[in-house]
């Protein structure tokens, strides 16, 4: 008997769509359980068996924020990447997912405030197919400067200048004088406005640190006209000894209260 081709043409039709339909299913249950089927973690980082990405999470965002919040202005982080004897990759592995979590804190924290670590760990469940786990751990490392070190702290568009006590000269640190140069060559040809504010420690009184933090500001606004930014893209203002960043009863917190802060508005 002779089939008909407009019957051929409709179970060729149906077979597709089956076949279409089928695949779909299978992806999903192959590759989407990963998003899907994970533990709760709060949004830490969890990793497959010998794979250097760490699996999507929703909570990520925040739980990066928690991370990012417990380190101090111009702390460092170090994200030690996690290997086991049992994945082929070994070290690299570990290195490769220590170099992902670091990409994934910028821009909030500038790569120079971000460090790499490996580690050899025993054993713990992960292994092919099994529920991927937390392969790394992140360690915040204190700046510790002497009293009269000027420093620079870099977060995202922002620049922070601290300064040695009782001090507007910008001239003591010649880190600090190399790293304006940069940045007003970097600049100098763009629209780009400048907000340059300044604080104080909570030590005198607090019409003496308002000027003092007036003081700081200027001579860092003067330093960026002399170099070739327009007065009119400068914002300058002081803040005095209000919105500490630490604590004013050491003197390292005292120290990191006594700044300039530079924002790039681009």
């Given amino acids: 008997m002779k089939i008909p081709l407009w019957l051929i043409a409709l179970f060729f039709a149906g077979y597709t769509v089956w076949c279409a339909n089928y695949w779909h299913q299978y992806r999903n249950s ?3 359980n990963d998003t899907t089927s994970l533990p709760d973690s709060n949004g830490t980082p969890l990793f497959n068996w010998n794979t250097d990405k760490p699996i999507p999470n929703t909570q990520f ?4 924020k928690g991370l990012l919040a417990k380190g101090g202005q111009g702390d460092t982080l170090t994200i030690t990447g996690f290997y086991r004897a049992s994945e082929p990759l070994g070290e690299k592995l570990a290195l490769a997912r220590a170099s ?3 990409s994934s804190m910028m821009p909030e924290m500038p790569e120079i405030r971000l460090h790499t670590n490996t580690k ?12 991927p786990k937390e392969s790394a751990s992140y360690a915040w490392s204190k700046m510790i400067l002497k009293a009269d070190q000027g420093a620079i702290i870099e977060a995202d568009n922002a620049i922070t200048i601290l300064f040695p006590s009782n001090s507007t000269d910008r001239d003591r640190s010649s880190e600090v004088e190399d790293y304006l140069k940069v940045l007003v060559e970097k600049h100098k040809t763009t629209t ?11 030590v005198g009184e607090a019409d003496v640190n308002q000027k003092l933090g007036l003081g700081r500001a200027k001579a860092i606004g003067l330093f960026l006209t002399k170099r070739g930014i327009d007065t009119k893209r400068i914002n300058i203002d ?6 500490p960043v630490a604590d004013n009863s050491t003197e390292d917190g005292r120290h990191q209260n006594r700044r300039v802060v530079i924002t790039v508005n681009r």
């Fill in 30 to 32: 192959r590759c989407c």
């Fill in 61 to 64: 965002p925040d739980w990066k």
């Fill in 100 to 102: 992902a979590l670091k």
């Fill in 120 to 131: 050899l760990v025993p054993e713990d469940g992960l292994a092919n197919g099994s529920a």
């Fill in 192 to 202: 780009s406005t400048f907000s340059v504010v300044g604080f104080t420690d909570d």
């Fill in 238 to 243: 002081s803040k005095g000894e209000a919105n």
